[in-house]
């Protein structure tokens, strides 16, 4: 898995195991790295910074969190992967995924979320430029504005790492 010139970096197993953690769970921040690999907060920490220094892995800051990204990983597709990686938003996201118009109503009832939560986060998706807002007759649906594919590939590729059976629902049944 690993070529000789990283062979040093890789020689303890807790820096192999958050190695692994992070490529498997693209956008995944520190505390699940920790929680997954059952390691200290210092020994993730110390790990951490060392793959990131050495240029094995990336980190990116999204608002209070530090998320991790194999260094392979697209960086157009971070913000996208922050997202999915908010329970909510990515309740959010896969409803919408399934109608070009989706109004407000439809999705607190189809989350499960509260309206106000619902409300914080559209605002929070239609900042990041994810979705948009349109108003017909007095009422207000929105809109994906990103490709719809390329978030289906993201939750493809990391499919396992959601543990969501919404996503598996709606993997299934999507066509390229």
Known sequence: MFDADNQMMFELESRRRIYEIVTQNAGIHFREVERKSRLSVAVTKHNLDYLTKHDIIKSERDGRNLR????????????????????????ILLCMLSKDRTFFSNIVKSTGLSASTVSEHLKRL????????????????????????????????YRESFLDRLVD???????F
């Open 68 to 91: 991790y990204y194999p260094l392979h990983f697209n960086l157009q597709n971070t913000k996208i992967m922050n997202l999915l990686r908010q329970e909510g938003i990515r309740k």
């Open 169 to 175: 629902r709606i993997i299934d049944t999507w066509e």
């Open 126 to 157: 239609e900042e990041k430029n994810i979705i948009k807002p349109h108003n017909k007759d007095n009422k207000t649906y929105y809109s994906l504005i990103i490709n719809k594919n390329d978030l289906v590939r993201l939750l493809i590729a």
